[in-house]
């Protein structure tokens, strides 16, 4: 097992133990062992540093059993003082952790390490429900939030009609700088869509970005150390180089700065708006950006630079770079490559080499591409998008040259079941073949012309090609509308005995008067039991 690349999945990319089994090949249980024996070492912790190696982690998480650690061993310390001493500007839980380690072993007790120093810390935080300053770097973190007060569209020709806005909040943890903008479907498209108008409105990313927990952003989030995020906007994230780190469940102090912004922009922006009169969404946005810039731009109380000049001096060179392209949000769904060497998506057909045919693929859907993914998660094939329903986008060499080499959905076999029929229905099916420039497009309609004779009949069906024919319309569509008009459902008939209890027609029986201007339809059947019981003519 590549260990460290698991671990990038787990903990950067947030990716379960199911996903990594199916990205890397290892067994899904042997990923669970690793990511657990992972968390109980005290000597390893994420991220790793570069000079650790795969083989120094199999040699800390799989050596021989020993004796167990005594706690007794390990030199305590005083976690309330820490926490006075974070309290200063400037000070961290490194620098105190070097301090404490530093003393080294005294009275035969050596110090923690520094994974095991932060969870005692973390765990009496927990203990006393005391709450502490998380210290802020410029360039670090995003706090993401939807404020709670939504404003109104209404509509011109009905003033009772309103559409409700929900303002989404994106703010610097640093200089506090924000971006907000209001949107009527908070979807994972808007949600993308909105993210991408806040990074480009400051200008860069930050190594970080927390959300609330958003359905949007954040799917399952039980116990933070491990959050289920949203496919959508971990994809987001990998795109523009930055890792998601959700706020813990009910706890507004993990993104005091995002709340604070509502709180803010609730009292100063929304209340004001809320008595204004909004038709459209860009006139909506338009007076929030406005009342935006001026937030922005007004000093912070009691100090002479404000939230744009604190971003402009400390925090904008602190940014990552954008990508060269905004990330463009993908629909996915699976798909399975049917015998006709092809997928539907949205009504179309998208072609696929032989070595896929019954292979479930995923397929990511943008504006103007398709690109169709294995079940490892690898990049097999983009397609041109096309928004013709029932159209055919095909690469030529997918195609294969001949088809009697594959199974029995092949031309031959086609014109073979349409020929047991009658010899109208042959013609058709040979006229359907021939509209499409590969012979293999046309097998669905085929088999979709050719199954009516199971439930109709027949005769009902050679009946119906004769007239498609006639009337120039040799297309499953026409079949499909029509072939009801010329016999009962086959649930509806009769038993059919014509080849087991009924007597053969006698020879000397003279058959007349069924003519093809008769508006009556006769089936066989029908005429044979006539036939049998004297009454036929």
Known sequence: ?????????????????????????????????????????????????????????????????????????????????????????????????????AAGTVDGRKPLSYRQYCRRYAAWIDSTKVTFHIQRFPGVNTELDYAGKTLRLRDRRDPDLTTPVTIFVAAL??????????????????????????????GGITQTVTPDNCKVAVIENKDWINPSLNKGFQAWAE???????????????????????????????????????????????????????QENRENFQGLSYSRRDLFESE?????????????????????????????TFDKVHYSMPRKYLKK??????????IYVYNENGDLVRTHERSYTPKSWVVIPSDMPKEYS???????????????????????????????????????HSCFGILRYAEKYGKLALEECCHDAILRGKCNYTYIANTISMYAKPVAEQPVDRMSSTLKPIAKDTIVTGIYKDDDSKYSLESLLKRQEEGDLQ
């Open 239 to 293: 795109h523009n180089g930055t890792v998601i780190m959700p706020a813990k469940v009910r706890k507004p102090r993990w993104k005091p700065n995002v709340e604070g912004h509502v709180k803010i922009i609730t009292m100063h922006i929304l209340v004001e708006m809320e008595e204004m009169t909004f038709y459209s969404i860009d006139e909506l946005n338009a007076e929030l950006w406005k009342r935006m810039e």
């Open 1 to 101: 097992m590549d260990y460290k690349r698991v671990l990038i999945l787990h903990f950067t990319n947030g990716m379960s133990s199911r996903e990594i089994s199916e990205t890397t090949g290892d067994g899904k249980t042997t990923v669970n062992e690793f990511l657990k024996r992972f968390r109980e070492c005290e000597e390893l912790s994420y991220p790793l540093p570069e000079e650790v190696t795969n083989e120094f982690i199999e040699s800390y998480l799989y050596k021989k059993a020993g004796n167990v650690v005594n706690s007794d061993l390990y030199r305590d310390f005083d976690p309330e003082e820490v926490h006075r001493a974070l309290a200063k500007k400037g000070e961290t839980l490194k620098r105190l952790w070097k301090k404490y380690n």
């Open 360 to 369: 479930t693929l995923e397929i990511r859907a943008g504006a103007k591409k």
């Open 173 to 202: 943890s640093f200089s506090d700088y924000f971006y907000i903008e209001g949107l009527t479907c908070c979807d994972i498209s808007n949600w993308i869509r909105v993210n991408n108008n806040a990074v480009s409105y400051f």
């Open 315 to 343: 925090e904008k060179d602190a940014l990552l770079p954008l990508p060269d392209t905004q990330y463009e949000y993908l629909e996915r769904k699976s798909v399975k490559v049917g015998p006709d060497f092809s997928f």
């Open 405 to 443: 080499d594959y199974g029995y959905w092949n031309k031959p076999y086609f014109l073979a079941k349409a020929e047991g029929i009658g010899p109208d229905t042959k013609i058709l099916i040979e006229r359907v073949i021939e509209k499409f420039q590969y012979p293999v497009q046309s097998f």
